[in-house]
């Protein structure tokens, strides 16, 4: 039998678009419009093999690269002569790139992370051979400073590198780098901060919350491409501190350049779908996505409450953290949940009727005798746990 391959990939539009009215668990942005790079780039191969800075081969776009990276360099006040990065596959590839750097220049340092880090961090512990340790976070995802000063102070012989959360998966916490760095200020220890802000890095750095500046103690960031620009293939960039990495470059003689990257070939269509979401929004028409974002997510709060349920989220996030809902409501709505708490992501492109209608199948839920009681309880940023 032919394969009837217009079929197949029919078939895969047809599932991810009826799919996507209830999708409302994971962080992509769906309201950029991306079809111009795709329509005149997306049908051939552009190879950023090697750095950013590298001039050879003919099909890539380097040159947007290095626009994307300096855009978000300048965003996050990151100073002009101290600055290097690149895109990378996603968050993953950045923290791996960023802790390989510290880890370079501190190789007896100990990583300190929450608990609430992403699962990457712990796997790039591991497999740069590292010693991790685990800090606590507290019941709306920061990390627990009083926890890491106690973790620091036992090992303060050692180098630490701390892994900051800005947007953790689960609840948009963001972890206070300025604490942390006083904190290691404070037991004269030295080492890298690294911020892994895959989620919530350019909103935050939209509000001038989030800055690489001399004195904010932070070495490297990581940011994903595909969560808060809606990029339509999995992205991000990493940026550290240039004079942090440049000491441990190692030249290949095959391509006659300095091996800057994790991976060699890399993504020019990713770069370029980038560059496009930066170049035709800026940082006001950014700015204006995550005001409606949060303005719909602050709603998104009170239609959940409405019903009898409960729900909360950090004054700056597009993530609502609530008790997981029955059953019924999952089946039907694509929430990210982790046992007794789930969330939901007002993500731009996210439309408040879709907000309505699920508020209207969890009234539905709630008021369903054999569903009302008991109600899972789940933590509040205050600490205790409400119904
Ligand atoms: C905080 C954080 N870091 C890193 C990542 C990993 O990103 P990626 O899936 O692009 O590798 C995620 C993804 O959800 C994340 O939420």
């Not at 947007?167 to 948009?172: L, P």
């Given at each position: 039998m032919p394969i009837d391959v217009t079929a197949v990939l029919d078939q895969l539009v047809a599932d991810a678009t009826a799919a996507a009215?209830?999708?409302?668990?994971?962080?992509?942005?769906?309201?950029?419009?991306h079809s111009a790079v795709m329509t005149r780039l997306g049908a051939r191969l552009w190879n950023n093999i090697g750095d950013p800075a590298d001039t050879g081969?003919?099909?890539?776009t380097r040159i947007l690269e290095r626009a994307v990276v300096d855009w978000i360099a300048d965003l996050v006040a990151m100073p002009a002569d101290d600055r290097w990065g690149y895109v990378t596959t996603g968050g993953t590839e950045g923290n791996l790139s960023a802790l390989h750097a510290a880890y370079r220049c501190w190789p007896t340092a100990r990583i300190y992370h929450s608990?609430?880090?992403?699962?990457s961090i712990p796997k790039i512990v591991d497999m740069l051979g590292a010693r991790a340790v685990t800090v606590q976070a507290g019941p709306d995802g920061e990390m627990a400073y009083d926890d890491l000063a106690a973790q620091l102070r036992r090992r303060r012989r050692w180098p630490a590198i701390v892994v900051a959360t800005a947007?953790?998966?689960?609840?948009?916490a963001v972890d206070d780098t300025t604490r942390i760095h006083a904190i290691l200020t404070e037991y004269g220890i030295p080492g890298h901060t690294h911020v892994?802000?895959?989620?919530?890095g350019i909103p935050l750095a939209l509000d001038g919350a989030l800055r690489l500046d001399d004195?904010?103690?932070?070495g490297s960031i990581t940011i994903s491409g595909?969560?808060?620009?809606?990029?339509?293939?999995p992205c991000g960039v990493v940026l550290i501190r240039d004079h942090l990495r440049r000491p441990h470059l190692r030249h290949v003689s095959y391509t006659a350049?300095?091996?800057?990257?994790?991976?060699g070939s890399r993504c020019g269509l990713a770069a370029a779908l980038l560059w496009h979401a930066i170049a035709t929004h800026g940082r006001e028409g950014h700015r204006w996505r995550t005001a409606e974002a949060r303005r719909l997510a602050a709603h998104a709060v009170d239609q959940i409450r409405a019903t009898g349920w409960t729900a909360w989220r950090h004054p700056h996030a597009f993530t609502v953290v609530l008790p997981t809902p029955p059953p019924a409501v999952r089946a039907k709505w694509l929430l990210a949940s982790d046992g007794p708490v789930s969330h939901l992501i007002c993500m731009p492109g996210i439309s408040e009727g879709q907000v309505r209608a699920f508020a209207a199948d969890l009234a539905t839920a709630v008021s369903t005798p054999a569903l009302s009681l008991p109600r899972p309880r789940t933590p509040t940023p205050s600490g205790g746990a409400t119904p």
């Open positions: 009215p209830t999708s409302i668990g994971y962080p992509g942005a769906v309201d950029l419009d081969g003919t099909a890539h608990t609430a880090a992403h699962y947007g953790t998966t689960m609840t948009e892994d802000a895959a989620l919530s004195s904010s103690g932070i595909h969560k808060f620009l809606g990029i339509p293939t350049a300095a091996d800057t990257t994790i991976t």
